[in-house]
């Protein structure tokens, strides 16, 4: 992901995150990167989760590569690079490390939609300003 700027969070991982061995199951990555992608707007762009925003982002493709297991009770950092990439979409990548090992890696693009059809539409230009901005 190159020298591009990022945020970056620091999530420790819980019980409801792993599976009965304590490892965090595949889905626990999900959480971080939502989570991660939702402080992020909150900080730099607008609460644009919140349900009383005039458009809705939804989550239209997600991937996750997994490179080593990570354990209840560890810190990770949860890196995030957005980017525009329409005037529709944003697309989020992550990484999850512990101190300097990669733990998983992967992305989620979001379309903005109108809440009234469900269709896509073009994001507000406010959110496409401080997204370019960022």
Not at 55 to 70: G, I, L, N, R, T
């Amino acid at each position: 992901m190159g020298k591009e700027k990022r945020f970056s969070i620091v999530e420790r991982v819980k019980i409801y995150d792993t599976d009965a061995q304590g490892v965090v199951h595949y889905a626990g990555y999900y959480r971080f990167f939502t989570d991660t992608a939702e402080i992020f707007a909150e900080k730099f762009i607008g609460n644009y989760y919140s349900t009383d925003y005039p458009v809705w982002f939804v989550v239209v493709e997600s991937k996750a590569s997994y490179h080593k297991p990570s354990y209840i009770g560890d810190k990770l950092r949860v890196e995030i690079l957005p980017k525009l990439i329409s005037d529709k979409a944003i697309r989020f990548n992550f990484i999850i490390s512990r101190g300097r090992v990669r733990i998983c890696d992967g992305y989620i693009i979001q379309v903005c939609i109108s809440k009234k059809t469900w269709k896509a539409v073009t994001i507000p230009n406010e959110i496409k300003k401080k997204m370019k901005d960022w």
